[in-house]
């Protein structure tokens, strides 16, 4: 079997809030083209983790590898280098139209008609926006801000994508729909892509592994079907984990 | 004589300065949240940048006015490299850069004191000269018909700039979520010390302006801050368009209620159409 290239590591990295530690020695790896779940309860300290390498909070200790090559994050510059965050909470610009959000997307991009292109091309994966353009992102329903906050982080084409909870407030069977569009940017772009997710069963169907974060610390990684199989995930969220 | 003409058009005029201040106070505040106090006296440094070169080094005015306008621009972005950019770092909340703003304020308040004096200062040499047009029964002179045209251009050009180019569109996204606009690749305190620079720019401008119309002395800036603050609030906070409706309101109601009052009470107008809007529409004519 051929070892898939590491794109990021982070190497027993830690992060303090003044004087809470959320992250105690975390390891973590990206593969090229691979769906990974991070999944964990309430103030495990997931978003900690994709915060950190995006630069938003600082590293207290540890490593983060790109490519083999250690990086202090820079936001704008972790977006330069091909990494896309979709952060919690469904953060669209509410009122920019949602044409503007996907443009604001292609910030980075210079070419006017590569941004067109790229406009056309996540309108295809994500067709219900195609009809809304000229709207306030404001106005659109829960799922469709979701699906325009993943449209927005395609139009940089990352080579990595960072979801945070994008299940969170919706009906089922629009996490459905989410997770499915999910599945789909990873086949079509073989984008590498990290799902944070509280606990939901069903994200186990379209990653290929996970790693389970416990108050700080990964406490146990394996594959989607380790992972439904085992009741892990039971233990850490009824906090039975010593 | 009907003396309405000549209150419409002086309500224009000052609706004009005002609407200057306006946008680019709130140019500056819905990117970075905080209300910019050294504003206003970043205007009376453009002014005072003019009378320096102009009258006193007696270089050719039209240099003098882009020296000025550059001047106050530059002042504005050194403002927020060393002072609001280091503080915004830290995370320092709106209040404190509120009262960095002040101290601020009141620093190059007394410097423009100390360099030039408190005596007031024209920047036309000459006010018997200006050309006077007559419109509607009122008159009019050559600077203020050229205030109600730098007014109607700079709200254009900020209008094309927010919503037709990129570097329009990052400002308002960083108005909209600072993080993501951050997440999504801009270079958020970039893109904010070029707002600082257009945004103090165009103040210098209003400044320039006042100098030649009616001049300026050092303590004019709070004042006209003030007029600036008011016509963001009543017009809705983080809307350009109300910025400049609030800012013709303003001046309308000031100088049609000298028509029946004494002429002391006109701040005094501002701040009582404040409290009523405070009171009854809080968030302003365009925000709902
Ligand atoms: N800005 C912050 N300041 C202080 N503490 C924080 C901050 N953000 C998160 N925390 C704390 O860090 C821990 C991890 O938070 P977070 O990464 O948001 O967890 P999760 O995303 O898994 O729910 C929590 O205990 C949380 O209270
Ligand atoms: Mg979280």
């Known amino acids: 079997m051929i070892k898939k290239e590491i794109l990021l590591q982070l190497k027993n990295i830690s992060v303090h809030y003044g004087g809470v530690k959320a992250l105690d020695g975390v390891n973590l790896e990206l593969d090229e083209g691979e769906i990974v779940a991070l999944m964990g309860p309430n103030g495990a300290g997931k978003s900690t983790i994709l915060k950190v390498i995006f630069g938003l909070v600082p590293l207290h200790s540890g490593k983060i590898l790109w490519h083999q090559k250690e990086i202090t994050p820079i936001t704008y510059e972790v977006v330069q280098m091909g990494i896309a965050f979709v952060p919690q909470g469904r953060r669209v610009f509410s009122n920019l139209t949602i044409a503007e959000n996907l443009e604001i997307g292609g910030f980075i991009v210079d070419n006017k008609k590569e941004l067109k292109r790229r406009i056309e091309e996540v309108l295809d994966i994500f067709p219900v926006l195609k009809r809304k353009l000229k709207l306030k992102a404001g106005s659109l329903s829960g799922g469709e801000q979701q699906m325009l906050a993943l449209a927005r982080a395609l139009m940089i084409d990352p080579k990595i994508l960072l979801l945070d909870e994008p299940s969170l407030g919706l009906a089922p069977k629009v996490v459905k729909e989410v997770f499915n569009k999910i599945k789909e940017i990873n086949e079509r772009h073989k984008t590498t892509i990290l799902v944070v997710e509280h606990n939901i069963k069903s994200l186990l169907d379209i990653v290929h592994r996970g790693y389970i974060l416990d108050k700080g610390k990964i406490v146990f990684q394996a594959t989607s079907n380790e992972l439904r199989q085992s009741d892990i995930l039971e233990k850490v969220f009824m906090g039975k984990l010593a | ?288």
């Open chain 2, 1 to 288: 004589m009907n003396v309405i003409p000549q209150l419409i058009l002086n309500s224009i005029i000052a609706g004009s300065i005002y609407s200057l201040i306006a946008i680019s106070f709130s140019l500056i505040y819905n990117v970075t949240k905080f209300f910019n106090l050294a504003h206003g006296v970043l205007a009376i440094i453009g002014g005072y940048t003019v009378f320096y070169f102009a009258q006193i080094l007696n270089w050719n005015i039209y240099i003098a006015i882009t020296f000025g306008i550059v001047f106050a621009g530059f002042i504005g972005l050194i403002l927020d490299k060393i002072i609001y950019l280091p503080l915004r770092r830290r995370k320092a909340s709106n209040m404190i850069l509120l009262v960095a703003s002040l101290g601020i304020m009141t620093a190059l308040q007394a410097l423009l004191s100390i360099l030039f004096t408190n005596e007031f200062r024209t920047l036309s040499r000459n006010i018997n000269e200006q050309k006077i047009f007559q419109l509607l029964n009122g008159s009019l002179t050559q600077t203020q018909v050229i205030i109600i045209f730098v007014a109607i251009l700079i709200t254009i050009f900020i209008v094309l700039l927010l919503f037709k180019t990129q570097f329009g569109k990052a400002i308002r996204a960083i108005s909209d979520d600072d993080e993501v606009a951050k997440i999504v690749g801009i270079n958020t305190d970039k893109i904010i010390s070029y707002v600082f620079f257009l945004g103090s720019a165009i103040a210098g401008i209003a400044g320039i302006l006042m100098g030649f119309d009616i001049g300026i002395e050092p303590t004019m800036g709070l004042n006209l801050l003030l007029k600036g603050i008011v016509a963001v609030i009543i017009g809705g906070i983080g809307n350009v368009y109300g910025s400049v409706l609030g800012a013709f309101v303003l001046g309308f109601a000031e100088n049609f209620s000298m028509w029946k009052i004494a002429g002391e009470w006109k701040d005094a107008v501002a701040f009582i159409l404040l409290i009523i809007f405070l009171l009854f529409k809080p968030r302003g004519i365009m925000n709902k």
